[in-house]
Every structure is written in structure tokens, then in C-alpha cells.
């Protein structure tokens, strides 16, 4: 039997693998902070950013690394970083034996707002 679905962000964080649970804390900060008028949920039993109804970004924490979902698209340069970070269609692992690239999540937090805007733009059309 599966284990039951965290209430919130901080019930997943305070369940995940204790190695994951402070950079679960800092990817959690770093799209807080990229993404301020996002609001968190839980959503497929993982943490969940959400922004006018739909979802912008997730991440989940494992024994040896933590992951981010969707990888954005489109910017050459950036998909071009995340290279040693790809683990997968449109996902993203972070290993916990090295420091978290806080400025690059931040860069994929950030193109994910520009492709929800895109989005929407595109359904007001």
C-alpha cells in the first residue's frame, strides 16, 4: 500500500529522506523566491507550485538526489546548462553529493514563468 499523501509541502519535506531534506528546503526557497506569487500545494504526492490555475513547477526529494519538474524549453543556452542535470523527459536531478546550482534552478524557475505567460497569453487570444 502506498503511503499516504503529505497535507502540504512541509509534511512531504518532514517525511522525505533525511539526506534530501535540507536541499528540498533550498529548491523550495529558490522557487519561493523566483516565483513569489506562486502558490505551493501538493499535487501527484509531490510538492507543487501552481500560478493561475494550472501548475508551474514540481520537485520531489530522493535518497541521492532531488528533482525538478518540467525542464523549460526553447532557451538554447539554458538547456545547454542543465545538460548534466537531465535525467529524463523533462526532468531534472540534482545529486545531493554536490552543492544545489541555486542560480541555475532559479534560471529554470524563471523560464517556466515566461512559458506560463506564454501559455496564457496564448489562451486570451
Do not use: N
Not at 504526492?45 to 541521492?64: E, M, Q, S, V
Not at 545529486?95 to 524563471?110: G, S
Amino acid at each position: 500500500m502506498p503511503p499516504p499523501k503529505p497535507a502540504d509541502i512541509d509534511a512531504y519535506i518532514a517525511a522525505a529522506p533525511e539526506q534530501a531534506q535540507a536541499a528540498l528546503g533550498q529548491l523550495r526557497a529558490a522557487i519561493r523566491k523566483a516565483a513569489p506569487q506562486a502558490t505551493e500545494g501538493i499535487s501527484y504526492a509531490i510538492p507543487a507550485f501552481h500560478l493561475d490555475g494550472g501548475y508551474l513547477i514540481y520537485f520531489a526529494g530522493y535518497r541521492h538526489h532531488v528533482s525538478l519538474y518540467p525542464q523549460p524549453k526553447g532557451d538554447a543556452a539554458l538547456l545547454e546548462a542543465l545538460g548534466p542535470y537531465r535525467a529524463g523527459k523533462g526532468t531534472l536531478q540534482f545529486p545531493l553529493d554536490r552543492k544545489l546550482p541555486l542560480a541555475l534552478i532559479t534560471r529554470v524557475v524563471k523560464a517556466r514563468l515566461k512559458e506560463h505567460a506564454e501559455k496564457a497569453k496564448g489562451r486570451k487570444t
